[in-house]
């Protein structure tokens, strides 16, 4: 099954923001910006629990083969992982929409300085500058 590109949307498939010269970091006009990309990537997500639950009920059958059987389960259970993943994901995503409403959306909760309009555009729900995830990358490996 393949999807339309056009219809499909996602966390990164949006205009960049363009700043101007002198413009406040996080101001509503970016807010919004932020707001819009989290909003529709939390959509295509939902859609997609949405899709897994039909999906999963329409192709479920008791096959008297074995090995179908354990294909279809194997299946489902790589399809049940990835909907873990994308239900941590819409949590993150929910974080950072009360960071919006909050005002603290943008600023590294480790430092309080601003992880910047391109990083959040590439990682909207990050919470860490540059800098500090770096650190904790590294600190991560120590601890192996």
């Known amino acids: 099954m393949t999807e339309n590109p056009k219809v499909a949307v996602s966390p990164f498939s949006f205009e960049s923001y363009q700043e101007k010269p002198g413009e406040e970091y996080m101001n509503p006009e970016q807010l919004r910006h932020f707001q819009t990309i989290l ?36 299946e489902f259970s790589l399809e049940l992982r990835t909907r873990d993943r994308e239900r941590k994901l819409i949590k993150k995503i929910d974080e950072a929409l009360k960071e919006i409403e909050s005002g603290n959306y943008g600023y590294c909760e480790s430092c309080g300085i ?8 590439a990682r909207p729900t990050a919470t860490l500058c540059i800098d500090c995830k770096t650190l904790d990358e590294i600190r991560e490996k120590q601890m192996g």
């Not at 997500?45 to 949405?50: C, I, K, P, R």
Request: aromatic share 4%; proline share 5%; glycine share 2%.
């Open 39 to 74: 909003k529709r990537w939390k959509a295509e997500l939902m859609t997609e629990v949405d899709r897994t639950v039909t999906h999963m009920k329409d192709d479920a059958a008791n096959f008297p083969d074995p090995n179908d059987r354990a294909t279809q389960e194997s």
């Open 114 to 121: 601003e992880i910047g309009i391109r990083r959040l555009e």
